[in-house]
């Protein structure tokens, strides 16, 4: 994943047993920490934080 890419994502809605996801949202990303394997996402004009685990590659963004 690089910045620019278009992904899909899910939240976490309900940390019970079982753990409940959102839908699928698509978003732009914005930070990817290999290390942390923590993504940042635009979507709808905001930030959001999410665990790489939760995140697919939608499309990529043009390479130069």
Do not use: C, N
Not at 40 to 48: A, E, N, P, R, V
């Amino acid at each position: 994943m690089r910045v620019g890419d278009l992904v899909r994502f899910r939240e976490i809605v309900f940390h019970g047993d079982p753990t409940q996801y959102s839908d699928w949202k698509i978003g732009l990303l914005k930070e990817y920490r290999s290390w942390e394997k923590i993504a940042t996402i635009l979507y709808k004009g905001k930030d959001h934080r999410v665990r790489a685990s939760l995140i697919q590659i939608h499309k990529q963004a043009k390479r130069t």
